[in-house]
């Protein structure tokens, strides 16, 4: 019984790495001996075009490696051209298995350390293991299978041709699948539904037959049979009178084979009657479950409680989750309002694929699938800032999306597919960006007192490696998507990290915010010295909890009190900055705001008070048009 229970890897790690691997590391430094290469290497296009040409002859010598102790490659002397002082270059060298695994070594490790981190998150061992089947052309590597013998399990499987694996799953999967098979019939033929399992283990198979009336052509016995003969003749189900109800017929299977069967239909006098489908088969003692999701299906959304913007699996379409599928988010707000027949109105929801440890992480370090644009045209009635929204997403067997949104204040459902096209490959220079931006995050961690330097291993270890690729990988849009894939794992690492300290980071803000309250209150007449004691015994309670979420609150009732404390400066500098930053902002009616901020510039040049600042500053506000949210269009 096949079946898939977790899934890992790394999209972009395979035979082109190990060859560029040999390249850099063997042919390389043997052109550099022999043949004056150094303009050639320093200058980025030159340098690709002879990397790219010696890939050939690297993944020659890996092949060959594999099943010999060495390898003779040799070149035409006209293939390369010249080096920098003329002379022609070619190749004429031996490689060894030593050579190679001391090279490969590196690349392979990553593969053996995912499938590591993959047994140890089921909470499984190598000893658990009664195979490990290796698929794919780099799997015949001697190197590669003593790695795993030594570091999973000695229980490597080398029966299997890695080459056709793939091929044989594939059609195993794919004979298990359903399907409407649609056929022009000969007048007279009867049709017929069965419904069976492909793949069993079991010694019997149920096979439900019905006549299909409505596809038969020509006319229909009163009185109908069916006989299944197992292609071996060594059993037969006998004639069952089939109608439009349908009927259960138990087949015996042949153990460990593929059983075809004859499909007859007969009238009530025994008369034989064309009919379709002719033949069956059922393969027995094999199980092939569906088709799995490899990564999660998230959506972004504000998170109110921690102020930032992070994704949110969909819950039952999560990694490993069984196709088709459907999965649901209730309860989610909506940061815009749409207004029917307002184009302009957009909610806008990002779709992202996700590793298993992505919720609540930084959308940015996600893989961007597609954003849903919902507008007002789509919609029936006003749909306020704040409103419900329920989201549901379908996935079928060929992981095509549907997403439906739903408003219960109107009773309008949004329904719009979800398109997986192919992703825009990042630039030479953005990612350049974003790799100093992982090394800088790395160095602030490590800096960080509360933060141990086990903590940061992973991350420092992917965002090394990077730094050594990055040269010779940022040329190719292969190489780019590689090393931003890992750029993406090493901030999710440091994420990890960064939630493990949240709590510090947010008392240590409180602590200061409060003091500020404290200082605030005292020096303006301690009007509100109950509300602060009010917010300390807050305080109090949630340091001993270390709960995040209640402390972000904490944090806005004390912003919120400080405001209430410092109003009449709060007026004041409201009115200020609004006068400064006018043409910035669009008003409803710019000429009443401008009269009332020049009424409240007057008021605060002279008898300032916070009743006659209040109501001016309420009115400009309500003249104000708001700007929709950027970003995700809902939150939670």
């Not at 299909?212 to 299944?228: A, D, H, N, Q, Y």
């Not at 292969?478 to 993406?488: E, P």
Request: glycine share 6%; aromatic share 6%; proline share 3%.
């Amino acid at each position: 019984i096949m079946q898939v229970k977790d899934t890992e890897g790394d999209n972009y790690l395979g035979g082109k790495n190990l060859d560029y691997a040999i390249v850099d590391s063997i042919i390389i430094p043997y052109l550099k001996e022999n043949y004056s290469i150094t303009n050639i290497m320093e200058n980025e296009t030159t340098r690709n075009i002879l990397r790219d040409a010696m890939k050939f002859y690297a993944e020659q010598a890996k092949n060959q490696l594999s099943f010999k102790p060495q390898a003779d490659i040799t070149s035409q002397l006209d293939e390369f051209g010249e080096d920098d002082e003329g002379e022609e270059i070619e190749l004429d060298m031996v490689i060894t298995q030593e050579q190679l695994a001391s090279v490969l070594t590196l690349v392979f490790q990553k593969a053996i350390d995912i499938t590591k981190q993959l047994l140890k998150r089921n909470g499984l061992s190598g000893s658990d293991l009664d195979k490990l089947i290796l698929v794919g052309g780099p799997t015949y590597s001697p190197v590669l299978r003593e790695m795993l013998r030594k570091q999973v399990t000695p229980n490597v499987d080398t029966d299997i041709d890695p080459m056709t694996a793939v091929a044989k799953g594939a059609a195993l999967f794919a004979s298990g699948i359903d399907s409407d098979v649609k056929e022009e019939l000969a007048i007279g033929t009867v049709a017929l539904t069965l419904s069976y399992e492909a793949n069993s283990v079991q010694p019997i198979e149920f096979v439900t037959i019905q006549l299909s009336k409505e596809e038969c052509t020509g006319s229909i016995p009163s009185r109908l049979f069916v006989e299944l003969v197992r292609s071996d003749n060594g059993w037969s189900s006998g004639k069952v009178e089939i109608n439009e109800i349908g009927d259960v017929i138990e087949c015996q299977l042949m153990d460990g084979k593929n059983n075809a069967f004859t499909v007859n239909a007969y009238d009530e006098k025994g008369t034989t009657v064309p009919c379709f489908p002719k033949e069956i088969n059922i393969m027995q003692g094999i199980v092939v479950g569906n088709a799995v999701l490899p990564y999660n299906i998230s959506i972004e959304a504000h998170d109110s409680g921690l102020e930032k913007n992070v994704v949110k699996s969909v819950k039952g379409l999560e990694k490993n989750q069984q196709l088709p599928a459907v999965g649901t988010l209730n309860g989610l707000k909506t940061r815009n309002q749409l207004r029917p027949g307002m184009t302009e109105d957009t909610l806008v929801i990002p779709i992202y694929q996700s590793e298993h440890n992505a919720d609540g992480t930084s959308a940015i370090h996600n893989d961007h699938v597609f954003d849903v644009v919902i507008t007002g045209d789509e919609i029936g009635q006003v749909i306020p800032v704040g409103s419900d929204v329920d989201i549901t997403i379908k996935v079928n067997r060929s992981q095509m999306l549907k997403l439906e949104a739903f408003f219960p204040i109107s009773g309008d459902t949004v329904e719009k597919d979800v398109k997986i096209e192919a992703r825009s490959v990042i630039t030479s220079h953005e990612l350049e960006r974003l790799k100093d931006s992982a090394n800088l995050k790395l160095c602030a961690l490590k800096s960080s007192s509360a933060i141990k330097d086990l903590e940061t291993v992973e991350a420092e270890k992917l965002i090394n490696e990077v730094n050594d690729r990055f040269d010779g990988e940022k040329s190719s849009e292969d190489g780019r998507m590689h090393l931003q894939a890992d750029i993406r794992r090493a901030f999710l690492k440091m994420e990890e990290v960064e939630h493990g300290h949240e709590w510090d980071s947010i008392e240590a803000e409180i602590r200061e915010e409060f003091d500020r309250l404290e200082k605030a209150n005292n020096e303006l007449g301690n009007k509100y010295d109950q509300q602060v004691t009010a917010v300390r015994s807050q305080i109090d309670t949630v340091i001993r909890s270390k709960d995040v979420r209640q402390g972000r609150i904490v944090l806005d009732d004390i912003n919120s009190l400080f405001v209430a404390v410092t109003l009449i400066y709060q007026l004041m500098g409201f009115i200020d900055f609004h006068l400064r930053n006018f043409s910035t902002i669009q008003w409803k009616d710019a000429t009443r705001a401008r009269q009332l901020l020049q009424q409240g510039k007057e008021i605060a040049n002279t008898n300032p008070s916070e009743s006659s600042l209040h109501p001016i500053v309420r009115s400009v506000i309500d003249l104000m048009i708001e700007p929709p949210t950027s970003g995700p269009g809902v939150s939670f």
